[in-house]
């Protein structure tokens, strides 16, 4: 296993390829992987702050395209799931999710339920093209106010 992950790790790292692995990364952790995209994006501004807006929209991009993806894996378990029965506390999120509709993707950038958040909007069927733009708009605040917050606290 040594043997790819060290120049995988070469290849990403962040002063040689910048933009790019922070779009992969950033896409990556929006998956149902355990990963996650803020140390690279402050990483990338500390090294080069003058890209402080470039890094936000690219991490953004990356981040909605990842849960984008999610999205379609809720939707293609949707049968898979509905063959089993769901405990009351399950049937009370998915009616709240339900309630919501695609806003509750807003709250996609939260830690641990986000990324499975948008996976069950897409086995709800939710709007997928509202389902995004919530996220957008919610991962764009995540990292503006983590990333703007780190820079206040260890400069910039």
Known sequence: MDAWLAPLLTWLALPQY?????????????????????????????????????????ATVGNTLGGA???????????????????????????WLEKLGPKACLLAWLPVVGDPLCAVAGWLKLPFWPCVIYMAIGKFARYLTMTAALVGVFGG
């Open 69 to 95: 993806v999610t999205w379609w894996m809720g939707l293609a378990s949707h049968k898979v799931v509905e063959r089993h029965q769901h405990s009351a506390h399950h049937l009370r999120a998915l009616g």
């Open 18 to 58: 910048g933009l790019s692995s922070l779009f992969l990364v950033s896409f990556l952790s929006a998956t149902l992987l355990p990963l996650g995209s803020e140390p690279a994006v402050f990483g990338l501004v500390k090294l080069s702050p003058d890209l402080f807006w470039s890094i936000i929209a690219v």
